[in-house]
T-cell receptor, first 115, second 115 residues
Framework: AQSVSQHNHHVILSEAASLELGCNYSYGGTVNLFWYVQYPGQHLQLLLK??????LVKGIKGFEAEFIKSKFSFNLRKPSVQWSDTAEYFCAVSNLYNQGGKLIFGQGTELSVKP | ETGVTQTPRHLVMGMTNKKSLKCEQHLGHNAMYWYKQSAKKPLELMFV???????ENNSVPSRFSPECPNSSHLFLHLHTLQPEDSALYLC??????????????FGPGTRLTVL
């Protein structure tokens, strides 16, 4: 069965620090990859996605992620975090040909940014 | 209204009650989903509807009963729930077809408390 693992459950950073959140998945075939963010009291929003092409994907709010197929990883990065980046971040994977568009989510990483 | 809306936003119910959660998407999508989000756990996919037909039921107990009367509306009927069913219930939608099929748009969720 497919699974997604996010290594960090809670990350605490100061403003302007660099961020990297790990995400590994178990499926060996062609995948679509996503990072979603959930700000406090708000709904899940798509940060960025990878379907094909350049493995370095740029998303909203200065976030980027790199797909490394050999490592089954899709880590999220931001060079300089802001207090407003405080949120929970979810990595998700979908099998390209999965009927029903099923997304498998990781357990989430809570990011707290100190002003 | 834009995006995906869910009502009610908060619901408290006893174990013998019957209630329904409603989801409406205004994006012209043809696939809709119910997820359960519990603290410190990955999002759990419950049901998937594609073109108004249920295509996946992830071994969800029968006390949860989905209904998809058309491509814009999705319901989750609840009866004789247990306290462990307390969670945030998220609705999502996507557009079937091509590689965008798996990009899902989420509603704000219904926070359910079962007493």
């Amino acid at each position: 069965a497919q699974s997604v693992s996010q290594h960090n459950h809670h990350v605490i950073l100061s403003e302007a620090a660099s961020l990297e959140l790990g995400c590994n998945y178990s499926y060996g075939g062609t995948v679509n990859l996503f990072w979603y963010v959930q700000y406090p009291g708000q709904h899940l929003q798509l940060l960025l996605k990878y379907f094909s092409g350049d493995p370095l994907v740029k998303g909203i709010k200065g976030f980027e992620a790199e797909f490394i197929k050999s490592k089954f990883s899709f880590n999220l990065r931001k060079p300089s975090v802001q207090w407003s980046d405080t949120a929970e971040y979810f990595c998700a994977v979908s099998n390209l040909y999965n009927q029903g568009g099923k997304l498998i989510f990781g357990q989430g990483t809570e990011l707290s940014v100190k002003p | 209204e834009t995006g995906v809306t869910q009502t009610p936003r908060h619901l408290v119910m006893g174990m013998t009650n019957k209630k329904s959660l409603k989801c409406e998407q205004h994006l012209g999508h043809n696939a809709m989903y119910w997820y359960k989000q519990s603290a410190k756990k990955p999002l759990e996919l419950m049901f998937v509807y594609s073109l108004e037909e249920r295509v996946e039921n992830n071994s969800v107990p029968s006390r949860f009963s989905p209904e998809c009367p058309n491509s814009s509306h999705l319901f989750l009927h609840l009866h004789t729930l247990q306290p462990e069913d307390s969670a945030l219930y998220l609705c999502a939608s996507s557009q079937a077809g091509a590689s965008s099929y798996n990009e899902q748009f989420f509603g704000p969720g219904t926070r359910l408390t079962v007493l």
